[in-house]
Nanobody, 123 residues
Framework: QVQLLESGGGSVQAGGSLRLSCAAS?????IGWFLQSPGQEGEGVAA???????TYADSVKGRFTISKDNDKNTLYLQIYSLKPEDTAIYYC????????????????????WGQGTQVTVSS
């Protein structure tokens, strides 16, 4: 079991940037970011594994960057060029095991979830 706490969300103008953080109570093998919105419930947007490999949804490549600080057990999601359609609740999720890259944006591979942080982008 791992506790996850997201922060860094807020209201921003389209074209702006945000950095989301996810503080974990302990080290996790695999971790990722998901979003929940009326149009994209539970969509995986970015994932990072223990080998430092990254996985991104096609819709966010070039704008979203996932990273982590192992010493702080903290995951980050840097978002540039925010669009109104990025408006959602963003959740981080963790798995105690490694998964193939093709599975890392699927909700069902993760067992621990944070409460989410709201991102609102105005046009």
């Amino acid at each position: 079991q791992v506790q996850l706490l997201e922060s860094g969300g807020g209201s921003v103008q389209a074209g702006g940037s945000l950095r989301l953080s996810c503080a974990a109570s302990k080290y996790t093998i695999s971790i990722g970011w998901f979003l929940q919105s009326p149009g994209q419930e539970g969509e995986g947007v970015a994932a990072l594994d223990s080998d430092s490999s990254t996985t991104y949804a096609d819709s966010v490549k070039g704008r979203f960057t996932i990273s982590k600080d192992n010493d702080k057990n903290t995951l980050y999601l840097q978002i540039y060029s925010l669009k109104p359609e990025d408006t959602a609740i963003y959740y981080c999720a963790a798995s105690p095991v490694r998964w193939p890259e093709r599975r890392r944006l699927s909700q069902d591979v993760y067992r621990d979830w944070g409460q989410g942080t709201q991102v609102t982008v105005s046009s």
